[in-house]
């Protein structure tokens, strides 16, 4: 194995899924208005993907696609994307900076929305330390390409799950509209035969009234 034996192969990854510094944030909160969140950065250069779904409207009769804002910055202030009325979405971008970056929702809306948010940067400081092992380099590459595409699934999957969370809300809300829908269509089809036999009786007394005389 490239003068690698296996002892030192199972330490290496070992030691490397152990001291793996990716940074994972997930979070699922409501909102009424504003709402910002920071994540550090430690690297520069350092991958970050972020993504996030308005999972629900706390509103039984209202279901809307406006969707929120999200405004991205960087440790500097500068603003690195800008997002209007998104009811989703799943960006990545390279942090030319490391520190502190800022992500900042905005809900227009009259009603509280829950959001469900996560944030993941991808670094692999393991790689940069032993970076001048080279019999080691080529194992630190595979165990760090690994590592990533891990934690896109990961990542991957935690939208996934939100956006169903969404649909089967969503579902469940329009099943509750559609049973009140025909609850009050029956009942004003009974209110309208009740008002019908009620009038058909008074036109029939009138009748066998005037008939009497």
Not at 10 to 19: D, K, Q
Not at 108 to 113: A, D, G, I, R
Not at 118 to 132: L, T
Not at 156 to 161: I, R
């Amino acid at each position: 194995m490239m003068g690698i034996s296996l002892k030192e192969y199972f330490v290496v990854l070992l030691l490397a899924l152990i001291s793996s510094p990716e940074a994972v944030f997930g979070i699922r909160f409501v909102i009424d208005r504003e709402e910002c969140f920071s994540h550090d950065v430690k690297y520069e250069g350092d991958t970050v993907h972020v993504s996030f779904v308005v999972v629900k409207v706390d509103s039984s009769w209202h279901y809307s696609d406006d969707g929120v804002d999200l405004v991205v910055k960087g440790p500097t202030g500068d603003q690195i994307h800008d997002f209007r009325d998104k009811i989703s979405e799943k960006i990545e971008f390279v942090a030319h900076q490391k520190g502190v970056h800022r992500f900042c929702f905005t809900n227009k809306s009259p009603y509280h929305e829950t959001i469900d948010f996560d944030v993941h940067v991808g670094h692999f400081s393991y790689y940069d330390e032993h970076a001048k092992d080279e019999h080691f380099q080529p194992l630190l590459e595979q165990i760090s390409k690994l590592e990533e595409a891990l934690y896109n699934i990961q990542f991957e999957q935690h939208w996934l799950e939100a956006q169903t969370d969404r649909q089967a809300i969503i579902n469940d809300a329009m099943s509750r509209r559609t049973i009140h829908k025909a609850f009050f269509e029956s009942a004003a089809l009974v209110a309208a035969s009740i008002l019908q036999v009620y009038l058909l009786r008074r036109l029939f007394e009138r009748k066998l009234g005037m008939s009497r005389v």
